[in-house]
């Protein structure tokens, strides 16, 4: 063993001098592979968001959005007048058959397919609605003060269409019942096993949903 490799030797100068030369090229030799590999030998470099979850196999960056579901048809029954009797006009529509609703759609009078098929009305139009309220088989409607003085036609048409939607509403009841209270104290009766198409006689018109 020379004395420049002993341990504890001081190396001389020139040894020194040595290797310090060869630390850069033994640098420059172990950074060329990286470089050829596409590596950067400038440290991390930041590249967009950070990750924030594991995607599923398969996954799309945007979920599909599940379809709507259609909107279910309901049919309601109005009653109206046509060559001078009682008669039933079926109307599709998007909302739940109920007494309220029918009644306040009967109110409004045929459509212009109805008008078209010669149904009129002796209903008037209403500024406020009327007090509707259910007990089993039984539907009572109270009139406003506005509607003072109606037809026993115009009756028909009221307790009529109130016992089709609540048959409508529950087919179980087998017949309904409705009770007519008149601005003057005046009560009217009527059963659905007198109104058209509610007891096996004629339904009248089947007429879709059409603008006024």
Do not use: H, W
Not at 50 to 61: K, L
Not at 132 to 154: F, H, K, N, W, Y
């Amino acid at each position: 063993m020379t004395p420049s490799t002993a341990r504890g030797a001081t190396p001389a100068p020139g040894q020194t001098r040595g290797v310090r030369r060869g630390l850069p090229l033994l640098l420059a030799a172990l950074l060329l592979p990286l470089s050829a590999c596409g590596i950067p030998a400038t440290g991390v470099v930041g590249a967009g968001e950070p990750a924030t979850g594991v995607r599923d196999p398969g996954s799309t960056a945007v979920p599909d959005r599940a379809p709507s579901a259609a909107v279910p048809v309901n049919s309601v029954r109005l009653y109206f007048v046509g060559d001078g009797a009682l008669v039933a006009a079926a109307r599709p529509v998007q909302v739940s058959a109920e007494p309220t609703s029918a009644v306040l759609m009967v109110f409004k009078g045929p459509n212009r397919r109805e008008r078209e098929e010669g149904l009129t009305t002796e209903l008037p139009r209403i500024t406020v609605a009327p007090t509707i309220r259910i007990d089993g088989a039984t539907v009572t409607i109270e009139l406003p003060p506005e509607l003072r003085g109606l037809s026993d036609t115009a009756i028909d048409q009221l307790a009529c269409t109130a016992a089709a939607a609540r048959l409508r509403q529950d087919p179980a009841l087998g017949t309904a019942q409705v009770t007519v209270e008149q601005p003057d104290g005046r009560l009217a009766g009527r059963s659905s096993d007198n109104c058209p198409g509610l007891a096996g006689t004629p339904v009248g018109i089947t007429s879709p949903p059409s603008s006024r």
